[in-house]
């Protein structure tokens, strides 16, 4: 009986539900101060039990700052597009919070070489910033803030005592918090008393998109250096502010994995990160090994995983005189999984996180010294590579965009970059920069590598092989006329004010009320959503498809191809009405627009000509769902919502053939791989109707070979050779080298085309992350942007693929009966900075159905 007893108490514990108390977790030779709440006294159930909704995270994070004054303090750091709170701890010393102002400012000062070698690092605490969770489906690092917070606010003895007053811990118990409500909802609501560990079951496999990403799909785990996003302005604006020597990035991968900790691949850091860095990572690696190695858990460091594109959590401390460490942890994604190494428990997942934080923080500790002397000379040795540095500053700016060029000059104010205005009118490599409209960045300053990271180009590497893109430089992502300035060029008379706070740009009616008509710049950056402004307030609007040339104000004035004409005759409103509805548009969106004095133009089409074409509101959907491509489809809807107020409708991919598409005159298709069930002859005859089809990536490989389009598609080479006999072991290397990892491309550009308005210049820089390699056309006029035969500006990219994209079209436009496709191969929108692509996307919409049909001709 005793032995059946025996047998089923086995069978329950692998089959019920296991609640681990706080026994399991933390270390048992720590007494805790009883007044302080644990975590399953506000959170109502224990630390592993279930996930962690946002709303009792933050609960419970604030029971403990009203539990444990003197050791925490709770800082509001902002709002998720969501509406959720971001909350900050600083847990340090009682002593300590008492000056704890005092310490930050003396703390910042190590980052400033004119301040830092007075400062006496032996009396100085290191600040640590523990952050947890980015992505909201790796949800062991939220789960084990619980407990990492229980422990620095009750834990009791001399040791504690030690830490605290010797670390200033900056503690963020979710970096994603929209994302980590979204995935422990569905993970709850499909958790039984008895855990089913199948890995088919649904609880481990989300509805797309899934709670990895934040509200508009994004990977904010991408977004430090390029900041669009308020999740990640919010962060930075606290790291900037306290400048940490550590950040924890908690993460997972996949089940059947074990633990990583960094270093990564040694080949694939990025090389302006100093070697110190990579020695400080290995000397606090040696402390996760032990603290792991107490509890028996494995783990592995120095593969996969890489140290290159700083606009990862665990990276951009590098860049920043700090010491990033990511951790991965195998997920459960859920309470408990089979796996390749048995059943993987949700608890078992949190604790190996919960550890590595107890053995950061006394890493932190017993190197804290070496740790605050490198942040010093990070930063002092920063102006010595500037010194020695060719390239002394960067000027940069675009008069026709004053907007794209303010929202890139506030990116690098987020990251502490000295920008200047520029004194005085400058040529530099036969670019001529206004100083009303252009901007100077001394080289020769503490964020100097950050600034080469940001401007300079690469395209000599250690390796072929990359866990994220390979370039993202930024002046050509934003579209940016910008030039390097040399010693002789890098003058004072450059050197203008230095800019503070957030630049902003103004719009409004230059000219005051006309009888005639109003003129909207299609180049200013704010143009498409006072264009979708204007015609959602029932103002009739048209586009200028030829050039021309008015006196505006007593002076002569060119307008370009793409220029809005809002004709007031032809408008059901008052001419009063409308000047007041447009001057508020203008001013709302930061755009110019001309009150026209006369009709009478000084070249070029005339107001009342057939080359100023009507236009139609754009009524927009996107294919969404399993299949396609979450964090595209993210880009594109953060575009439209975000920068345009343009509303977009999700057509979900399982009811997609039952929607009546006539509701839409344009549909967006993202990359992906899910769209085989589509009906492809209703598609097909929406655009024939007069739809406007734009395709993105891969979803023209799909549209293709579907009929919905004839764009020709080149086949990449393999790049290695079966002829040979290679080794096993280099398969990976050989394989990866062929992967399109994300590299900078420059396209040529026809300016008088309707997909081209707006743009300036005859080139603009696309980002190529696939092996979508489209052949050119063969009607001369449905090529508006190509690539010529050596594209590349910046990135890896192997020598088969760099052929391949050689000669390319990047934009195909097709004609099928009355409507348009619009393929373009690459990404135009890449994590909502890649802002000279906006216009190419936001044209496809808006003037899709301009295009004339013999501008495609021969691709129907």
Known sequence: MRKLLRTAALLLATTQVQAQDLSYYLPDSVPYNAAIPKPQEVIYHQVGEYHITHDRLVNYMQALAKAAPDRIKLEPIGFTYEGRPQVLLIITSPRNHQNLEQIRQQHVQLTDPSKSAALNTADMPAVVYIGHSIHGNEPSGANASLLSAYYLAAAKGPQIDDLLEHTVILFDPSFNPDGLQRFSTWVNQHRGKNLVTDPASREFNEVWPGGRFNHYWFDLNRDWLPAQHVESQNRLAWYHKWKPNILTDHHEQGSNATFFFQPGVPSRVNPITPAKNQELTGKIAQYHAQFL??????????????????????????????????????????????????????????????????????????????????????????????????????????????????????????????????????????????????????????????????????????????YDITSWTMPLAFGLPYAQLNAAQFTPSLMGEVVSGTVTTKGGVVGGKSEIGYLLDWKAFGAPAALYALQNAGIITKVATRPMEMTIGGTARKFDFGTILLPVSMQSVSGDQLLTRVQAIAQQYSVPVYAIGNGSVLSGSDLGSSKFVSLSKPSVAMVVGTGVSALDAGEIWHLFDQRFDIPMTHLDLPSFNQRDLSRYNTLIMVSGSGYSDINKDKLKAWVQNGGTLVLTEDAITWAAQAGICTVGLKRGQSGIDSAQALAYASREQLVGAQEVAGAIFRADVDLSHPLAYGYSTPSVHLFKANRVFMERSKSPFANPFTYGKQPLESGWVSRENKAAIANSAAVVVSTVGSGRVIAIADNPNLRAFWLGGTKLMMNAVFFGKVIEAGSARGEE
Not at 317 to 323: M, Q
Not at 326 to 350: C, D, K, M, Y
């Open 293 to 466: 190695d107490r509890i028996g858990s494995l783990y592995f460091t120095k593969e996969n995983y890489d140290d290159f594109y700083y606009g990862k959590g665990s990276t951009y401390p590098d860049v920043n005189g700090a010491v990033g460490i990511l951790f991965e942890q195998a997920s459960s994604r859920g309470h408990a999984q089979q796996t390749a190494n048995g059943v993987l428990r949700f608890p078992f997942t949190i604790r190996n996180q919960f550890t590595t934080t107890l053995s950061t923080l006394e890493a932190a500790r017993n190197l804290r010294r070496e740790l605050l002397d490198w942040q010093r000379e990070f930063y002092r040795s920063a102006l010595t590579d500037a010194a020695a540095n060719a390239v002394k500053g960067y000027v940069f700016g675009d008069s026709n965009d004053e907007g794209r060029t303010a929202i890139f000059v506030n990116m690098l104010r987020r990251h502490q970059i000295e920008v200047r205005r520029l004194a005085n009118d400058t040529k530099v490599e036969g670019i001529v920069f206004g100083k009303n409209n252009s901007y100077v960045v001394p080289a020769a300053q503490p964020q100097h590598r950050l600034i080469k990271a940001i401007f300079d180009k690469t395209l000599e590497y250690k390796d072929s092989i990359f």
